[in-house]
């Protein structure tokens, strides 16, 4: 068992990357088997996985430094991404924004296959989305092309629906 000392820069605030109630920390334990207290300002991980729970804080850290919420979700895809060796941060998912919504807020990319998804419909003129359902495949498609009729890239959308 081995113990690991963080030392996170003083950029966020501890309760807004470890949720209420330390709902996020809790949510790192119970992913990898530690036990993780903070002191101060040094957060120590206890545990056989002690360095993919030290990773993971980094990640929430970082997240959380460059303006995006924790919620329950992401704080699973970041667990889920460390688990196969992947940085969320690195990866450069919500690095641009595809377009705004009606009340100002930016719409991003949430995950890797969506930002991929992104990049392809940006750099081909038909693209395929595949996939299950509530992956958002829709709902960035028609983002791309009301930010590409605003930007007079194209003249019309057409909206075709496959005969099933």
Same mark, same amino acid.
């Given at each position: 068992m081995s113990e690991i000392r963080i030392n996170p820069s003083g950029a966020v605030e501890f309760s807004e990357?470890?949720?209420?109630? @330390?709902? !996020?920390? &809790?949510?790192? &334990?119970k992913a990898t088997g530690c036990s993780i207290t903070y002191r101060g300002d040094q957060i120590i991980v206890n545990g056989e996985q002690a360095e993919k729970a030290a990773f993971? $804080? +980094? &990640?929430?850290f970082k997240t959380a430094e +460059?303006? /995006?919420?924790?919620? @329950? /979700?992401?704080?699973?895809? =970041? $667990?889920?991404?460390?688990g196969e060796g992947v940085?969320?941060? @690195?990866? !450069?998912?919500?690095? @641009?924004? =595809?377009?705004?919504?009606f009340r100002g807020k930016p719409l991003k990319a949430k995950t890797i296959g969506q930002? +991929?998804?992104?990049?392809? $419909?940006k750099k081909n003129d038909i693209t395929f989305g595949i996939g299950p359902a509530g992956t958002g495949k829709t709902y960035i498609?028609?983002?791309?092309? $009301? !930010?590409?009729?605003? +930007?007079?890239d194209v003249e019309k959308i057409i909206l075709a629906r496959p005969a099933v």
């Open positions: 990357v470890f949720g209420a109630f @330390d709902h !996020n920390l &809790e949510t790192v &334990e993971i $804080i +980094n &990640e929430l +460059n303006g /995006q919420i924790l919620d @329950d /979700q992401k704080v699973g895809y =970041i $667990i889920t991404l460390a940085s969320y941060t @690195d990866s !450069n998912v919500a690095r @641009d924004v =595809i377009c705004f919504t930002r +991929n998804y992104v990049d392809a $419909i498609a028609v983002a791309m092309a $009301i !930010n590409a009729l605003k +930007n007079k």
